[in-house]
Antibody, heavy 119, light 107 residues
């Protein structure tokens, strides 16, 4: 079945860096646009980045521009999020999600990986 | 960015009730709206897309309506497994945005 599994979360100090990964299976990864979405503890959802199937088109929300980089490796069915200059407000569960072809909604989502930015 | 305002932010209801959640957008988005259900500790799950299309496998007691700036998610005959938080999301333009959520609790 279609599955997304995130990894790479953990505790990092303010100003530090981290790389998240999302392993995709059960579908032709190279056909789909993908996104990262985060959820700070006890709060709502925030879309942060989107990458086209080839990687040629990328969008970010303003709060992460210049600090986060989304990328993908279609040969390895993997999505990545490189995060640098991390701040306390980046503390959240980070989800990868598949963007529906021809639409704009997310389905499915991975189980999420927790990033804690704290000294 | 398009702002999405959900109301109410929380509600209490009983099994068998009909529940209505509203999502209002700061500008018109045609039908570019999705609804998700999230249970504690779990990832969101898609319920409705294109404002009113029911995702495959989602019970028919869930329905969505609206277009432009005003949208509604309705749950008829509320079941115990429906107690969760619900989010709307617009995909009319970047940045993609979500509503603040509506928590449906047991009365």
């Amino acid at each position: 079945q279609v599955q997304l599994v995130e990894s790479g979360g953990g505790l990092v100090k303010p100003g530090g860096s981290l790389r998240l990964s999302c392993a995709a299976s059960g579908f032709t990864f190279s056909d789909y646009y993908m996104s990262w979405i985060r959820q700070a503890p006890g709060t709502g959802l925030e879309w942060i980045s989107y990458i086209s199937s080839s990687g040629s088109t990328i969008y970010y929300t303003d709060s992460v521009k210049g600090r986060f980089t989304i990328s993908r490796d279609n040969a390895r069915n993997s999505l990545f999020l490189h995060m640098k200059s991390l701040r306390a407000e980046d503390t959240a569960v980070y989800y990868c999600a598949r963007w529906t072809l021809g639409g704009g909604w997310f389905d499915p989502w991975g189980q999420g990986t927790l990033v804690i930015v704290s000294s | 960015a398009i702002q999405l305002t959900q109301s109410p932010s929380s509600l209490s209801a009983s099994v068998g009730d009909r529940v209505t959640i509203t999502c209002r957008t700061s500008q018109g988005i045609s039908s570019a709206l999705a609804w998700y259900q999230q249970k504690p500790g779990k990832a969101p799950k898609l319920l409705i897309y294109d404002a009113s299309s029911l995702e495959s496998g989602v019970p028919s007691r869930f329905s969505g309506s609206g277009s432009g700036t005003d949208f509604t998610l309705t749950i008829t005959n509320l079941q115990p497994e429906d107690f969760a938080t619900y989010y709307c999301q617009q995909f009319n333009s970047f940045p993609l945005t979500f509503g603040g959520g509506t928590k449906v609790e047991i009365k």
